[in-house]
C-alpha cells in the first residue's frame, strides 16, 4: 500500500474534527441533566385531577422523555467513542508514518478501525 500523507492536512482535520466533538459532547452533556430535569418537571396525571407532589408518580411526558434518552443513550455514547477512535487512530499513523514506520502506521489504522466497545454506567445491572 502507498501512503501520501501530509501531516498539516491531517492536523487540520483533526483540530476541526475534536473542535466539532467538543460541541457534541457539550451537548450530549446537556441533554443527560436537562431531559431528565425537564421530565421531573413535566407534571402528571393523577385521578381527580390532583397533584401527585413531589415523587408522587410519573407522568406520560416524563416517561415519554426518560425512553427517548434510553433510546439514544447508546447512539451517542458511540459516536463518541467512534470519534476519539477515529482521532487517535489519525494522530498514531501519521506520527508513525513520518517516522517512517510504515507498519506501525498501518497497525494504528487497523486499530481504529475496530468498532468501539461501549459502557454504559448501570448497564448489566439489575
Known amino acids: 500500500m502507498d501512503w501520501d500523507i501530509k501531516p498539516s492536512g491531517v492536523q487540520g482535520v483533526v483540530n476541526k474534527t475534536i473542535t466539532a466533538a467538543e460541541g457534541f ?3 450530549g452533556k446537556s441533554l443527560q441533566t436537562e431531559l ?6 413535566a407534571g402528571t396525571i393523577t385521578p ?3 397533584s401527585a407532589g413531589e415523587g408522587g ?4 411526558i416524563a416517561g415519554a422523555l426518560g425512553e427517548l434518552m434510553k433510546a439514544h443513550e447508546y447512539r451517542l455514547a ?6 476519539e477512535a477515529s482521532l487517535n487512530g489519525a494522530i498514531n499513523a501519521t506520527t508513525a508514518y513520518v517516522q517512517g514506520n510504515i507498519e506501525q502506521a498501518q497497525n494504528a489504522q487497523n486499530q481504529a ?3 468501539p466497545k461501549v459502557e454504559l454506567p448501570g448497564a448489566g445491572q439489575k
Open 25 to 27: 459532547q457539550k451537548a
Open 36 to 41: 431528565p430535569e425537564a421530565a421531573k418537571h
Open 48 to 50: 381527580g385531577g390532583g
Open 57 to 60: 408518580g410519573m407522568g406520560p
Open 78 to 83: 458511540f459516536i463518541g467513542a467512534r470519534t
Open 113 to 115: 478501525l475496530k468498532e
